[in-house]
């Protein structure tokens, strides 16, 4: 966020880091998180994991159910507080962004001023993944800081949540495009949504399938191995429409797998992330 501290801190500086993995990323793919972590802690920090966490509560505030979001902020708000930590880095721009953007005002609606405040502060020391490795750690090259390595042409996919509310710019894509041996493919009309937009998909399928028929379409032209992102929610859908693609469409057998962009992050030449010759049809787990 632009608020948000922008000092590096020193190359030697070690932090104890909270590991805010995210609800969908902790019960469907957990190899997200462990990949943030192996980052981490390739940089020598501290990692760390508050038991009690669970969802943020956005799908109940963006379906306006702001007295049911109460008790899961308040939820997400003891679970942190009640650890010591420096940061808190989640591989979600889309969950990070409901901190800043809807804690503090659904714990106001609730008539809850201290747990505005307290929401606020967390918040504030919460950055998504690639904010957090750019803009505190000072990385600009993943191949020399982390070592990662990953020879595939990668297509990249900016979720609404990091462009628009945490403003996130080139951060994900500079950091994909510094991994040794990842060629980055450009997709069509890249900033459109993909359709998801956690309940819009639900509420208005239609409309929500239209938009991901143009963005894999989009996808599949670049002729990518893979589509990256942020969020394994976009990700996830965007992986069904491929998955289809390749069972309707056989000429399209070629449509890329999609992974996140942690577990290319922390692709090493010593362990490195293998991509399966028929494709992926889920998000990060169907590839070892």
């Known amino acids: 966020m632009e608020g948000k501290d922008q000092t590096l801190l020193p190359e ?15 019960a469907m793919y957990p190899e997200v998180a462990i990949a943030t972590t192996r980052i981490l802690e390739r940089l020598g920090h501290t990692v760390s994991f508050p038991e009690r966490q669970a969802c943020c509560g956005q799908m109940h505030i963006n379906s306006g159910k702001f007295h049911d979001a109460y008790p899961v902020v308040r939820n997400h708000v003891l679970a942190f507080e009640n650890a010591a930590w420096d940061y808190a880095v989640a591989p979600s721009g889309s969950c990070v962004a409901s901190l800043g953007h809807q804690h503090p005002m659904i714990a106001r609606y609730n008539d809850d001023e201290s747990l ?20 505190i750690c000072g990385i600009s090259d993943a191949a020399e800081a982390l070592g990662s390595y990953f020879p595939h042409t990668v297509a990249y996919h900016p979720s609404c949540h990091g462009m628009r509310i945490l403003r996130l710019g080139d951060r994900q894509r500079d950091l994909l495009a510094s991994v040794e041996g990842l060629e980055l493919a450009e997709i069509q009309n890249e900033s459109e949504c993909c359709g998801f937009g956690g309940t819009f998909a639900v509420k208005n399928p239609a409309i929500s399938g239209a938009m991901l028929g143009d963005k894999t379409e989009a996808i599949v032209s670049t002729n990518a191995e893979v589509c990256s992102g942020g969020d394994v929610s976009c990700l996830m859908h965007i992986g069904g429409g491929l998955s289809r693609t390749r069972r309707l469409i056989p000429a399209e057998s070629n449509a890329p797998a999609t992974v996140h962009l942690a577990r290319i992050l922390a692709s090493t030449k010593e362990e490195p992330l293998m991509v399966p010759a028929e494709g992926a049809t889920v998000t990060g787990g169907a590839l070892r």
């Open 116 to 135: 505005a405040g307290r929401a606020a502060d967390i918040a504030d020391r919460t950055y998504e993944l690639c904010h957090f490795l750019t803009d």
């Open 12 to 26: 030697d500086s070690k932090m104890k880091i909270a590991l805010f993995a995210t609800c969908i990323v902790d």
